[in-house]
């Protein structure tokens, strides 16, 4: 087994044997695997070599961690691709589908910021983009509570470890009501891209969560009386990887799961927000999840739901014996359940603490539920053996959130 990279999170490649219905490009960056996209079953990779391992992208420099910034330095001649072969893999997100997206490379018109505007630059979905700060203090507005009602809201997270090439974040000094504070180098991944039209930014230091401890989070130090009082995180670990906050679902999984914690600035700001060069990515995917193949993409509007996935329950046929089954992170109770062949099952998820599911995709079975909430879904037991059922929520699975019915 291999692990790529699609969109900044991790994926693995096991090697798959038979016809394969699909096909992808994986470049071999020089440090990286880096999937084009996330194919449907088994799938040709057509492999790539890519080099230099980094390019500019306006002021920046950037890796090439990420097939969008790959599409775009093929596209302005930045990079030379040399085709090294192909297999046939199956392709499965580390976290699940729901967190990855498809998405597709546009041109946008360049824009030329306003010289008595600052810039600073943050990341979506992984890629470099600029906010343009249109208001003369570096941090202005009212704040998240009080957002304009005329304008978009986007969430700026501030984690740490800033691109050394960046001019974003230099540390500052910036007044408080207790005096004169360090503002601590920091980089900026934002929720959603509203597209270059001015927008509420509030921002929001993300620091270790009550779940976060020196084997899952890691953080960069600060210096006395800075803001925030605490160290801000830059990378946690998502089953076998360690992965950057350059991401807003990353950030937004650990919040979701405790390993981080988000602690809101003072004020926000107005800003417009465009990536960084005249020929200008802009990202296209599905709010919901993986787009399917040869499916359009959509412009992305705003977040994807990772509370709920956007599938229903599977249908519960009438008579079903109930199978009362609860779950917390990360297991199930009882984690062995018990069918004759041909028996109508009705599964009763109740989860105890984060949304979770039930997923036994050789029967058909899947059923959700949020916090607190018991929800049914149900399944046929239509031929005998031993089935492995799991929770497909975000890395859930790979931490041993599974369990086995056996059909007799």
Known sequence: MHTAWHLGLPVSLNPAAGTAHDSARLFDTGGRLVLDRIPSGAAVLRRFRVEPTAIPMGKITVPLDNHAVI??????????????????????????????????????????????ERAIYGWYLGMPLVHHIILPEYYGGTGPADPSPELPSLRTYITGTVEHQALSSPVRQVPTASGTKTLIPHQNTTDTHPGNRPHNSFGFFVLRGPKGDDGN????????????????????????????????????????????????????????????????????????????????????????????????????????????????????????????????????????????NFTLEELGAFVQADKGETAVGGFTADRAGTYEFYCSDTVHRAVGMHGTLIIR
């Open 217 to 356: 989070v890691l953080t960069d130090p600060c210096p006395p009386d800075s803001i925030p009082d605490a160290p801000l995180a830059h990378r946690i670990r998502i089953g076998e990887h360690w992965v950057r906050l350059n991401h807003h679902q990353v950030i937004e999984y650990g919040v979701e799961t405790g390993l981080l914690r988000l602690e809101p600035l003072e004020f926000g700001g107005i800003m417009t927000a465009s990536f960084p060069d005249a020929g200008q990515l802009s990202i296209a995917c599905d709010p919901t999840g993986v787009v399917p193949p040869g499916e359009m993409a959509r412009r992305t509007v705003g977040t994807m739901n990772l509370r709920k996935m956007a599938r229903a329950n599977s249908p519960v046929r009438e008579g079903a014996r109930r199978v009362a089954v609860s779950c917390r992170s990360f297991s199930f109770e009882p984690a062995e359940i018990e069918a004759r062949v041909g028996e109508h099952v009705a599964v009763e998820l109740t989860s105890l603490d984060i949304p979770h």
């Open 71 to 116: 599409e775009y330095g093929l596209r302005h001649g930045l990079l030379s691709l040399t085709e090294t072969g192909e297999d046939v893999f199956t392709v499965s997100p580390v976290a699940p589908e729901r967190f990855s997206v498809a998405t597709r490379i546009e041109s946008a018109p360049a824009t030329a910021p306003d010289p008595g």
